[in-house]
């Protein structure tokens, strides 16, 4: 059985940091692509960060320079580390995977969440003042 399992979000200030967690187990870590989707209220979901197989990145523009995407192998473990956190970055956030083969940087949004590839059940960021 697949399952991506987040952990770690939450509220935080605005300026604040926070790092979301998901482990996956049931398909071929090595393999994948690791990334997170997010979907803001009355918004569509879309693409915030992948991880490669390869180990290479992508992050989305409204990310760039304030989030970090890594991963541990050895814990099939997928981080997002969020830092100085703005309003517009509320939302539930998603962690998804795919093949290799069938790279999550061509599904940048909006997607349905849970339609293509492997999702997690979304962990919610609120970020305020």
């Known amino acids: 059985e697949v399952q991506l399992v987040e952990s770690g979000g939450g509220w935080v200030q605005t300026g604040g940091s926070l790092r979301l967690s998901c482990t996956a187990s049931g398909f071929s870590f090595d393999d994948s692509d690791m990334g997170w989707y997010r979907q803001a209220p009355g918004s569509e979901c879309e693409l915030v960060s992948v991880i490669s197989s390869d180990g290479s990145t992508w992050y989305g523009d409204s990310v760039k320079g304030r989030f970090h995407i890594s991963q541990d192998k050895s814990k099939n473990t997928v981080y997002l580390q969020m830092y100085s956190l703005k309003p517009e970055d509320t939302a539930v956030y998603y962690c998804?995977?795919?093949?290799?083969?069938?790279?999550?940087?061509?599904?940048?949004?909006?997607?349905?969440?849970?339609?293509?590839?492997?999702w997690g059940q979304g962990t919610q960021v609120t970020v305020s003042s």
């Open positions: 998804a995977a795919d093949s290799s083969s069938n790279p999550l940087v061509r599904r940048p949004g909006p997607v349905v969440p849970g339609v293509v590839g492997y």
